[in-house]
């Protein structure tokens, strides 16, 4: 026992325990924590090994005393103290859990900082994403004001377009006046030079009585409207007639026979509109006359009316009374298996033309004719198969255009000499080859009742 008391004396280990003691005490303040937490780590360090050397002097004095010796003082003195150090360990533990609590404090602290971190950075791409859309927007609105200015600018030229086309308009329009004045002044001129110049102005009409009220926009395009539907008059004998020509030439030999065809649709054409004319103004004028009350008279409100809306006629309607009377004309005849809806383009554009002519003022009307009668020099074209020496008409190829008894355009006839006795003739075989013939007997079974209109008529087939 003297020997382990000797060695803990001449190590100093108290003493030095005191020293470390004192010197912790005086850098406590001055120390950072981990310098101090290592300060406490040497001096425990310390402490057990003099508690070591202490516990291993008692065991030698315990045995020096024999097996009982020293019971009491153990029972007072060093359990206790035991217990307590028990109780030490125990909070050492408390201590331990509340590391590692704190670890995990720790721990999590770190993973909520990462966290904020990558929400941070995710933040920051958002904010750079929105500046983006923002800037992207705005190129999008300074496109969008580009586009805008654009189109107002080409709004602009569009109207700047208009004006140009009404101008345009307005100088057609003045063209066609010049050009219908320049027809009249040669229908004048042809007149002057006619041999009875008297008779030719007994039947000029008489002029228009003044009216009070303001023309409507029908009367003030007259001259112009005029002069397009003479000129298309002229387009459709040189060219939808021509077609028809060669259509029934394909089915008729004789060429007779397919010009009288083309003159009479020509003539029953204009019957025909003039006719759903009639009817039309009719129904417009009733119509109007409920709620007339404008500054230019009924009449000229209805003529506008008709004008604006000529796309309202039925000219079907009328190429289906056209065909339906021409199957019945006994001046004519057609192969049964053929109807006559082969040239049912230039019956349809016929019907067209001389429905607007019964909108001018005065409107215009086809000539009326009769085989056999005096050629006219003011009205008719020879034919280049005419007989030149020879005075009557035997028949015609195209009407002759009228307004009132003034005559437009000439139409176009074939003279021949005894063509009276050859009319005769020709309209006795083809009446009775007519009377069997199948495709009349379909149509008059199809048509049980001819037009009041037509069959009141008693030159329906006089041409």
């Given at each position: 026992?003297?020997?382990?008391?000797?060695?803990?004396?001449?190590?100093?280990?108290?003493?030095?325990l005191?020293?470390?003691?004192?010197?912790?005490?005086?850098?406590?303040?001055?120390?950072?924590?981990?310098?101090?937490?290592?300060?406490?780590?040497?001096?425990?360090?310390?402490?057990?090994?003099?508690?070591?050397?202490?516990?291993?002097?008692?065991?030698?004095?315990s045995?020096?005393?024999?097996?009982?010796?020293?019971?009491?003082?153990?029972?007072?003195r060093?359990?206790?103290?035991?217990?307590?150090?028990?109780?030490?360990a125990?909070?050492?533990?408390?201590f331990?859990?509340?590391?590692?609590?704190?670890?995990?404090?720790?721990?999590?602290?770190?993973?909520l900082?990462?966290?904020?971190?990558?929400?941070?950075?995710?933040l920051?791409?958002?904010?750079?994403?929105?500046?983006?859309?923002r800037l992207?927007?705005?190129?999008?609105?300074q496109d969008?004001?580009?586009?805008?200015?654009?189109?107002?600018?080409?709004l602009?030229?569009?109207?700047?377009?208009?004006?140009?086309?009404?101008?345009?308009?307005?100088?057609r329009?003045?063209?066609?006046?010049?050009?219908a004045?320049?027809?009249?002044?040669?229908?004048?001129?042809?007149?002057?030079?006619?041999?009875?110049?008297?008779?030719?102005?007994?039947?000029?009409?008489?002029?228009?009585?003044?009216?009070?009220?303001?023309?409507?926009?029908?009367?003030?395009?007259?001259?112009?409207?005029?002069?397009?539907?003479?000129?298309?008059?002229?387009?459709?004998y040189?060219?939808?007639?021509?077609?028809?020509?060669?259509?029934?030439r394909?089915?008729i030999?004789?060429?007779?026979?397919?010009q009288?065809?083309?003159?009479?649709?020509?003539v029953?054409?204009?019957?025909a509109?003039?006719?759903?004319?009639?009817?039309?103004?009719?129904?417009?004028?009733?119509?109007?006359?409920?709620?007339?009350?404008?500054?230019?008279s009924?009449?000229?409100?209805?003529?506008?009316?008709?004008?604006?809306?000529?796309?309202?006629?039925?000219?079907q309607?009328?190429?289906?009374?056209?065909?339906?009377s021409?199957?019945?004309?006994?001046?004519?005849?057609?192969?049964?298996?053929?109807?006559?809806?082969?040239?049912?383009?230039?019956?349809?554009?016929l019907?067209?033309?001389?429905?607007?002519?019964?909108?001018?003022?005065?409107?215009?009307?086809?000539?009326?004719?009769?085989?056999?009668?005096?050629?006219?020099?003011?009205?008719?074209?020879?034919?280049?198969?005419?007989?030149?020496?020879?005075?009557?008409?035997?028949?015609?190829?195209?009407?002759?255009?009228?307004?009132?008894?003034?005559?437009?355009?000439?139409?176009e006839?074939?003279?021949?000499r005894?063509?009276?006795?050859?009319?005769?003739?020709?309209?006795?075989?083809?009446?009775?080859?007519?009377?069997?013939?199948?495709?009349?007997a379909?149509?008059?079974?199809r048509?049980?009742?001819?037009?009041?209109?037509?069959?009141?008529?008693?030159?329906?087939?006089?041409?």
């Open positions: 026992m003297a020997d382990g008391l000797r060695r803990l004396v001449g190590a100093e280990s108290g003493r030095v005191q020293e470390k003691l004192e010197s912790w005490y005086r850098d406590y303040e001055i120390n950072s924590c981990d310098q101090n937490l290592n300060r406490c780590c040497e001096i425990i360090e310390l402490n057990s090994e003099i508690q070591g050397q202490l516990f291993t002097i008692l065991n030698e004095t045995r020096e005393g024999g097996h009982y010796a020293g019971v009491e003082t153990i029972k007072t060093l359990l206790p103290w035991l217990g307590t150090c028990f109780s030490c125990t909070s050492g533990r408390l331990e859990t509340n590391l590692s609590l704190a670890q995990d404090s720790i721990e999590k602290e770190k993973q900082r990462e966290l904020a971190s990558n929400q941070t950075f995710q920051q791409e958002l904010q750079e994403e929105l500046t983006s859309t992207q927007l705005s190129h999008v609105q969008l004001k580009t586009s805008c200015a654009q189109e107002k600018d080409a602009r030229k569009l109207d700047r377009l208009n004006d140009y086309e009404q101008q345009i308009q307005i100088l329009d003045e063209i066609s006046i010049l050009d004045q320049k027809s009249v002044l040669q229908s004048r001129f042809l007149r002057s030079r006619s041999p009875s110049p008297r008779h030719s102005e007994s039947k000029s009409p008489s002029p228009l009585p003044l009216r009070s009220c303001s023309p409507g926009r029908a009367r003030r395009t007259n001259a112009s409207r005029r002069a397009c539907l003479v000129a298309r008059f002229g387009d459709i040189a060219q939808e007639r021509l077609d028809a020509e060669t259509i029934l394909g089915y030999n004789d060429m007779e026979m397919v009288r065809i083309i003159y009479i649709a020509a029953e054409s204009f019957h509109a003039k006719t759903a004319y009639r009817q039309f103004k009719i129904r417009v004028r009733d119509t109007l006359s409920l709620g007339h009350s404008g500054p230019e009924l009449e000229d409100a209805v003529l506008d009316y008709i004008v604006r809306h000529e796309d309202l006629y039925d000219v309607a009328s190429v289906n009374e056209v065909i339906r021409m199957n019945i004309n006994p001046k004519i005849s057609f192969p049964p298996e053929i109807d006559f809806i082969v040239i049912s383009t230039l019956i349809r554009e019907c067209r033309v001389a429905f607007s002519m019964q909108t001018l003022v005065p409107p215009l009307d086809v000539a009326f004719g009769i085989d056999g009668e005096l050629f006219s020099e003011t009205k008719y074209h020879r034919s280049f198969e005419s007989d030149f020496t020879a005075a009557l008409v035997a028949y015609h190829v195209w009407p002759a255009l009228m307004e009132n008894d003034v005559v437009i355009v000439k139409g006839a074939v003279t021949k005894g063509a009276l006795w050859s009319h005769r003739s020709r309209s006795r075989s083809r009446s009775r080859s007519r009377s069997t013939s199948p495709l009349l379909h149509h008059l079974s048509s049980r009742s001819p037009s009041p209109l037509r069959s009141g008529s008693p030159s329906k087939w006089a041409y």
